[in-house]
């Protein structure tokens, strides 16, 4: 570790990748570029391959900073070869004049064109091996064939010999020009980095490196690992060799991270800012299959899953064919052994089980798609608007999508792929269209309007059952409807969604109760003598009235009957239920709450005997009514005693 400096501004860096065959000179191409001998391991130098991913970088006369990630090219690596893909800006494609195109380099090519790379260069190496300038041309016109079709047709071709020097100055030329045809890095976005390498550094610890996709981060912040979600505080940043506060997308850096060992981190993790990715043992996906695909891909094989710098495997669902054949696009399910961690817009590599071979690629459209019945019978249609629609379209098929739970507006962000600002804009505007519902203005969780349509219609049925069973009654009250579905909604959340669909007219609010539009209450003449017979009761009692077994008794009436003729009084507010068996007229609780008050306005507080006393009546009835009080914020228990409530101090 040399110097020290703050990085106020990210500097421009852009992270190209090598490819090709194993033995093409990709290493030594990196070394004759930088100076630095990429091949780390023992047997790497033994062997005079590439066997894992190598890193060296140096500044052009721009001061541009040009990192390369040397990767291996025999075919039994393109593990290793993939960890490294994820977060290149362009690759440098290689191919030996002496040897021409070969079945690594067809696979690179397939894997960056795959993964949507945009740019990069071809580079003809080892021409000092090559006697005959003419096999130059002919490797040249090979290429040109190769790279029909794909994002390098029409890139520039640079001829070189890392031996002789011959050809290094224009290709340093041609990278140079490359940061004209790279994307900005999307800073904006919340952090995120593909682990690739962990290692110990005595005196610090444990150390990751990765390129930086997305956002930035500074020393002690606290970052998330996906997809175990352990919180892992950041000791020291690098980036390319020089210690610094803050890191940026777009660059190579290494994390000195706090607590945490080296085993409990590897490659394939991903570093992220908290709640920025999805973690998921599913993935729904568009897929494209190589051409070079001989056998049909069939439904539910076993496959190889590569995102980032991850490996797991898994199983393939196609969606909407028995099979897929090479060339063809189709939307799969992949239902994974192993959790992942994603976000909207995410492209990977499929592989075979085995033998090892790529079979295609695509990206992830749903990173932790819902299992609602529903939603997966019209799964192929949505995830097809999905998938091509644009950003409104995508925005609302995204909380479709997620069914009645919908979703809140930092996990929004992430199953769109938009940033945290684009994403509240985009929310504002589909409320404003009347597309999307906010239910929790706090945690910013929105449903989708065809679902709420489909909690109206439910809701509906359960008023008009219950119109059904008590023609008496005006209707439900919020709690008996909110009980309905609480498991889904907080109290809070349904006092919106009531109110939204009272202003659709979906069904009537009549004071307490809600009830479907044309409901009239059938009081039938029994009902009507049997709770007459009971207010008479109920009132001959005075402030101590009978219970509601001695009340039936009394009255010789059923259990069955009695309790449906004082269920509905209460409804018809005829009667006030004090207790689960005591029962009171609204002219006994109207006298009772006149004497409370102007006691409690005389003495401040009043204990269960002195109510008891008051009314004269026994401590079981006044406990009850003391405790209703408390219900209705009548009155307030302070130890011993009552105090007034927010309501009776009002009055």
């Known amino acids: 570790m040399s110097t020290t400096r703050t990085l106020k501004k990210p500097p421009r860096t852009f992270v190209i990748g090598t490819s090709g065959h194993i033995d093409h000179g990709k290493t030594t191409l990196v070394k004759a570029l930088t100076g630095v001998d990429t091949d780390r391991w023992i047997e790497e130098k033994k062997r005079g391959i590439t066997i894992d991913l190598g890193f060296a970088h140096y500044e052009d006369n721009e001061g541009n900073k040009l990192v390369f990630v040397d990767v291996p090219g025999h075919e039994k690596f393109i593990h290793n070869m993939l960890a490294g893909v994820a977060g290149m800006s362009a690759v440098l494609l290689v191919v030996a004049a002496d040897e021409g195109v070969m079945p690594q380099t067809r696979e690179h090519l397939n894997i960056c064109n795959l993964l949507k790379l945009q740019t990069g260069i071809v580079v003809i190496t080892r021409i000092d091996l090559v006697e005959d300038p003419d096999i130059v041309e002919l490797c040249k016109e090979e290429v040109a064939e190769l790279i029909k079709g794909t994002f390098l047709e029409g890139k520039q071709v640079v001829p070189v010999s890392s031996t002789s020097g011959e050809g290094l100055i224009e290709l340093r030329a041609a990278l140079s020009k490359l940061h ?384 449906a003729i004082l269920k509905s009084a209460v409804h018809s507010k005829r009667l006030v239920r004090v207790s689960k068996d005591l029962y009171y007229s609204p002219v006994q609780t109207t006298e009772i709450l006149s004497l409370l008050r102007k006691f409690l306005q005389a003495n401040k507080k009043i204990t269960i005997i002195q109510f008891k006393e008051l009314l004269n009546i026994s401590r079981k009835h006044a406990i009850d009514l003391l405790e209703y009080f408390d219900s209705q914020h009548l009155t307030i228990r302070e130890g011993n005693h009552r105090v007034p409530g927010s309501i009776l101090s009002s009055n």
């Open 180 to 563: 004209k045809q790279i994307p900005t890095p999307e800073i904006e976005k919340p952090f995120r980095m593909n682990v690739d390498r962990s290692f110990t550094v005595k005196g610090f610890g444990t150390v990751v490196t990765g390129t930086v996709l997305c956002g930035s981060v500074s020393q002690d912040e606290v970052v998330q690992q996906f997809p175990r979600q352990n919180s892992i505080r950041i000791r020291g940043l690098q980036a390319h060799n020089m210690v610094v506060n803050r890191i940026f997308a777009g660059q190579r850096a290494a994390l000195n991270l706090a607590g945490i060992e080296k085993k409990n981190i590897q490659r394939g993790d991903q570093l992220a800012e908290e709640k920025s990715l999805l973690t998921s043992y599913m993935l729904n996906a568009s897929l494209t299959l190589l051409e070079n695909v001989s056998e049909p891909l069939k439904n539910r094989t076993r496959i190889r899953l590569h995102l980032g710098s991850q490996e797991v495997f898994g199983r393939i669902v196609l969606l909407k064919d028995k099979t897929l054949s090479g060339g063809k696009t189709t939307l799969v399910q992949f239902r994974l052994e192993s959790l992942v961690s994603a976000r909207y817009g995410d492209h990977f590599i499929v592989r075979s089980f085995s033998p090892m071979i790529t079979l295609g690629g695509g990206m992830v459209i749903d990173p932790s798609p819902s299992k609602s019945r529903r939603v997966m019978f019209e799964l192929p249609e949505r995830l097809k608007r999905l998938h091509e629609g644009d950003e409104n379209i995508r925005s609302a098929e995204v909380i479709y999508l997620q069914s009645v739970k919908g979703v809140i507006e930092t996990e929004f962000s992430v199953r769109t792929g938009l940033s945290p600002k684009r994403s509240g804009k985009i929310l504002q505007l589909l409320q404003s269209q009347q597309q999307v519902l906010c239910v929790n203005p706090i945690s910013k969780r929105y449903l989708h309007v065809e679902h709420i349509e489909r909690i109206s219609d439910f809701l509906c049925k359960v008023l008009a059952l219950h119109h059904e069973k008590f023609k008496d009654r005006e209707g439900m009250t919020r709690s008996e409807l909110g009980g309905k579905i609480s498991f889904i909604f907080t109290e809070k959340e349904f006092e919106i969604l009531l109110k939204y669909m009272v202003k659709l007219c979906k069904f009537l609010q009549k004071g307490q109760y809600f009830a479907l539009e044309g409901h009239q209450t059938i009081v039938s003449q029994e009902q009507e003598v049997g709770l007459a017979l009971c207010l008479e009761l109920i009132t001959a009692g005075g402030f101590q009235p009978h219970r509601q077994t001695m009340l039936l008794e009394k009255l010789k009436m059923n259990e069955k009957d009695g309790v």
